[in-house]
């Protein structure tokens, strides 16, 4: 055996005994980063569907909310009604052509919708928590997803021969931990934020030209709500697998991407979001060439219901907490609102 043999042989030896390493601390990082961080502080239920009115961001919520109550929403909403006070006014007296009749029931429930969006936030987390408080504590102490140990148990890797293979394993599971970190994180500040922007944003729905950024960031906030529910059912399997890295890989991938599969099914969106617009627009489009191009179909077209577009926002609101009224003063003698009180 040559020189240059020799220290091929103990470089490959040096990168096997390096790979065998990683793996075999690979695993008790995984699962400390699981348990210690994104279990205690994302996954839990207490920090999944959090208070937001009480503690120290709670705080900062209740306050800023009140502000941008007072500071905004009050002049825009005045804007909005003055704008369409005329336009009514216009359209009875020069006869502008518009139809007002079956407008005003949407207008009153998104106004109200926009009123109670604050409290009815708080009544959604509140649901939320019921059901996932539930599945947290599913199977404990062994099959709940609370514990890494469990989630993680049935990761099988070793050394030798199999360490190439098993740090592959670990470097996908590293990436989808830090994905699952990643949008627990920014979920949790969606929950704390959106709350303050919605009656602006549910207030856009009534404007035709922002009606479609309103809906989309009301469908934001559900998806981002229930998005541990759904998780957690993979997350739970999981715990059931033994020896089979692969099917554990599968149930983390798949808690991972529920939540973008959710905003991105037809089937959890009604008709006047951006991908039924655009597939209404395309078929429309097409009959309109098929009518203009192909003798006799516009028969055909006629006895085609075309696709119809139905509000999202179009629900009354129901929630099951006690409203109440604040005083038309707001504490200070120089504001006013005509808004409820932040749930103590």
Avoid: C
């Amino acid at each position: 055996m040559n020189f240059v043999s020799i220290i091929v042989d103990a470089i490959l030896k040096a990168i096997s005994y390096i790979v065998s390493a990683i793996v075999y601390v690979g695993k008790p990082v995984l699962v400390s980063l699981y348990s210690n961080f994104i279990s205690k502080y994302l996954l839990a239920p207490q920090y999944a569907f959090p208070n937001i009115v009480s503690g120290s961001v709670g705080e900062g919520v209740r306050s800023l909310y009140y502000f941008i109550m007072f500071s905004i929403y009050d002049p825009l909403l005045t804007i909005i009604l003055i704008a369409l006070g005329l336009l009514i006014l216009l359209n009875s007296s020069i006869q502008l052509g518009m139809d007002f009749k079956n407008i005003w029931i949407k207008i009153l429930l998104l106004l109200v919708l926009s009123n109670i969006s604050f409290f009815l936030f708080q009544d959604l987390l509140y649901v939320g928590s019921l059901l996932y408080t539930q599945l947290w504590n599913y199977g404990v102490p062994y099959h709940n997803f609370s514990s890494g140990s469990n989630l993680l148990i049935g990761l099988q890797i070793g050394g030798g021969s199999g360490s190439i293979v098993s740090l592959l394993i670990l470097v996908i599971f590293v990436f989808l931990m830090l994905y699952l970190l990643l949008f627990l994180s920014m979920r949790a500040a969606i929950l704390y934020t959106f709350p303050l922007l919605a009656p602006i944003f549910t207030l856009l729905i009534l404007i035709p030209r922002t009606k479609e950024i309103g809906e989309r960031v009301w469908f934001l906030f559900l998806d981002s709500l229930f998005a541990p529910i759904i998780m957690s059912i993979p997350l739970i399997l999981s715990t059931y697998v033994r020896n089979n890295s692969v099917l554990v890989l599968g149930f983390l991938a798949l808690a991972d991407a529920a939540p973008t599969m959710l905003a991105m099914s037809q089937s959890s969106r009604s008709a006047t979001n951006f991908l039924g617009r655009s597939v209404g627009r395309g078929v429309n489009s097409s009959m309109g060439y098929i009518t203009k191009n192909v003798k006799g179909a516009e028969m055909i077209v006629k006895s085609i219901p075309a696709p119809g577009e139905t509000g999202a926002a179009n629900v009354s609101p129901e929630t099951g907490s006690i409203r109440q009224f604040s005083p038309l003063n707001s504490g200070n003698g120089t504001s006013s609102s005509l808004f409820f009180k932040v749930k103590e």
